[in-house]
């Protein structure tokens, strides 16, 4: 029962240390938009990378990024090019992969074996593991 205890209060410590490092992380990076739906191939990956390139061409070049929240079929790498990327992870820190125009791309994708892997993960895992992005990726390189 102790160790039940235990095992609960570091959850809820590490969670909220996450929660800090994210807010951190995220309030560095000065203009977010998401770009969401509820309904399937209604053209958010079409959109969000439209959309990058376009603010990547008139003025930010190398100083946009994308967060690939698609965990199940995540296909803004393919429409960039990028497929068979790999993210670069250092100790805690994720970096991103770099696509046309200074582009940082971040995606489930460049962790998969291969771009037919699929991915199984019910709504809990992959909040945790959207969470896990926003707070370790390194946009700054
Ligand atoms: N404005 C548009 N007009 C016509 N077709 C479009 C438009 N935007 C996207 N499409 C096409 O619709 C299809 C779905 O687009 P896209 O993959 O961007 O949608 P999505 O919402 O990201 O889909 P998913 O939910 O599967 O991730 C693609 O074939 C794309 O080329
Ligand atoms: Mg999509």
């Known amino acids: ?63 946009i990024g994308i967060l690939d929240a698609d965990i199940h079929g995540p296909s803004d790498p393919k429409i960039l090019g990028l497929s068979g990327q790999r993210l670069q992870v250092k100790s805690t820190e994720v970096f991103p992969a770099l696509g046309l125009l200074g582009i940082k791309v971040v995606s489930i994708d460049f962790l998969l074996p291969d771009e037919n892997a699929p991915v199984i993960w019910r709504g809990p895992l992959k909040m945790t593991a959207i969470r896990q992005f926003l707070s370790d990726i390194v946009w700054e390189t």
């Open 1 to 63: 029962m102790a160790s039940d205890r235990q095992t609960v209060d570091e959850w809820k410590k590490q969670l909220l240390e996450q929660q800090e490092k994210l807010k951190t992380r995220m309030s560095r990076v000065k203009h977010k938009i998401a770009v969401i739906s509820g309904k399937g191939g209604v053209g958010k990956s079409t959109i969000t990378v439209n959309l990058a390139v376009a603010f990547a061409m008139h003025g930010h070049v190398n100083y």
